[in-house]
Each structure stands twice: as structure tokens, then as C-alpha cells.
């Protein structure tokens, strides 16, 4: 029998649902031979409270495996991953949104009240207005990661992730056995070529090219952050490429950390700052040591500044 594959969205950009179609010919395959998409709002029409809207309670179909991108930002979020939870057997969190926050927990960083005023209230938009209760969903006091709302039975990190990692976990179910993910850092992966410690005291923006021979292959080209670069690869973890050189340090661009923590429950800016005093650089010179955090903002790791009086 097919295996039933629901997917869902919460705060999502729709990527990772894209890169489930990036799967391309392998999705052919897996369509015709294994899976059973039984819900997936990018792809078919399925309505949260029936086909005409009039149902009282929302409902989704039962699945074997269910996919949730997105944080949780409001209440209506939370309807849907109560109900995904309900329904999935096999609840697995889909890109580093649903993991850790992603780009929607950005807003963590800012006071929740003052950015509705200076942001959803000002005069280019409608002042005065008083924040909507009806009609929209109403808002969180943070965005959080799927697993700060519910059970998750699987979490698996990338903006997107990789689809072969996203086959991975569906071939696994289907076969019934334990599956293959990455496990280690964006460095451990990368062939940039390292030096050795202590040469670089502080690190600077990425408003320059990094150097290296464009006609040269990329074991030629000396690790981004040992040219003074924050390459957020030593806390990063891998898999972006699947099997490859990681994406951005295969275009010569510093790891971003879009793969979130290496370890569940790591803390990128904590173990950035590790990772560059036992190279001997000072953290001091990171511009925003905050947007490390870029990805990673949920559960409570990214926090409003206090203000000073
Ligand atoms: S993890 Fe990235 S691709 Fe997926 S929903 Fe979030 S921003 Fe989009
Ligand atoms: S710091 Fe960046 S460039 Fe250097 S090895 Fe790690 S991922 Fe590669
Ligand atoms: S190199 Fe880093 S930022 Fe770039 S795609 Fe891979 S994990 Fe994401």
C-alpha cells in the first residue's frame, strides 16, 4: 500500500515545498510507485474547513508521514499543527524554519508591540489603527519552533533542505529502516583549503570578494574565514549539497548558517564565539553578533535588546 504523505505550511516562504518538487524525476518515481500525497496546499486544492468553508472545526486528512514548514507565528498556526499532529503518524519538521525559527523568527530580536507601531501602523500604512483580532489569526508573542508546540518525530533543517535528504526520509519509511541524514558541520564537509590557526586576529564583512582563481578548483582556495571572513561553517550543519561542496562555498561565498545548529539544541552565536577565540580571533570585531543567530531564533534564543533608559 502507498504511503500517505500530507504536507502542510505555517509561517513558510513555500521553499521547502519546492524543494520537495525539486526532487524532479525521483518524485516521478516516488509517485508511481510508493507515496500517496493525500494534502499539500501548493499543490492541490484542499480546503482547512471543508471544500465550500462551511465546516466548524478545521480538518485534515490522516497521513503516514506529515511534512510542517514554518514556524509558529500565530494562533491559526497552531490549529494546523494540533491538527497535523493528530492526524501524521510520522511528524517530521521541514526546513530550519519549523526547526529553529528560520527567517521569521528574526523578528524575535525586536519588541513584539513596537514593531507593529513603526512597522503595521505607520503613516504609509494606516495610523492609529488598532492591531486586527478578527478576520486574521492573531499574532504570538513569538515565532516558535515546531517542536516548542508539539511532539516532532523527526526535524530536519536546511533553507531548503537538500531534496535528496527529503527523499531520504520518505525511502526510509517505505523500506522500513533507520535513515541517513548529516550529522556533521558545514567545515567538516568543505574543501576550501586550511592553513592553520592564528593568522587572522579580527573578521570582516563580506563586502569584497574573498580571493581565489576562478579557473582553479575550489581545494585551491584557502577557508573563507581564515581570509577574515565570518564563515558561519564550524557551527553550521551540513548537507545543503547533499553529497557536494557546500552551496555558498562552492560560489566562493561565506557560510550563512542556514542549516542551523549542528547538534539539536545548539546555540550558533555561542559556539560561533567558541569557535573563533580557540582560533585565536576576536569576537569583538563580529559586527552584529546577533544575526549569527539569523536562522536560529527560536526557543527563546533571540530576544528583544532592553532598551536603555
Ligand atoms: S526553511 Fe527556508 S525555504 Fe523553508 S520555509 Fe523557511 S525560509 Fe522558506
Ligand atoms: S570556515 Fe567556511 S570556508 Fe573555512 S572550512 Fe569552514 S566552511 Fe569552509
Ligand atoms: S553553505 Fe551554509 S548558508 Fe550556504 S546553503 Fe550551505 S548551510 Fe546554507
Known sequence: MALRVSLEWLGSCSGCEISFLNMGEELISLLTEHIDIV???LLMDHK?????????????????????????????????????????????AIGTCATHG????????????RSWQEIFQTVTTDPGSAVPDIEVPGPLDRVYGCDEKTTIDLLLPGCPPN???IREVIMAQVEEREMVLPQRSVC??????REGKGEVAKVRRFLVNARYKSDEELETMRCLLE????????????????????????ARVPCRGCYGPVRRGGNQMLDMMNAMASNGIQYK?????????????????LRPLKKRE
Open 227 to 250: 581570509q577574515g571572513f565570518m564563515c558561519l561553517g564550524p557551527v553550521t550543519l551540513a548537507g545543503c549539497a547533499g553529497t557536494g561542496a557546500p552551496r555558498c562555498i562552492h
Open 39 to 41: 494534502h499539500a496546499p
Open 188 to 193: 567538516e564537509t568543505c574543501p576550501a583549503k
Open 102 to 113: 528560520g527567517i521569521p523568527a528574526l523578528m524575535n530580536g525586536q519588541d513584539r508591540r
Open 285 to 301: 570585531t563580529v559586527v552584529d553578533r546577533r544575526s549569527i543567530l539569523r536562522f536560529s531564533g527560536a526557543h527563546g534564543r
Open 48 to 92: 482547512y474547513l471543508g471544500q465550500t468553508g462551511d465546516a466548524e472545526k478545521l480538518s485534515l486528512p490522516e497521513a503516514d508521514v506529515g511534512f510542517v514548514s514554518g514556524g509558529a507565528g500565530n494562533t491559526e498556526h497552531l490549529d494546523i499543527l494540533e491538527e497535523m499532529r493528530r492526524k501524521c503518524k510520522v511528524l517530521v
Open 163 to 165: 531534496p535528496s535528504l
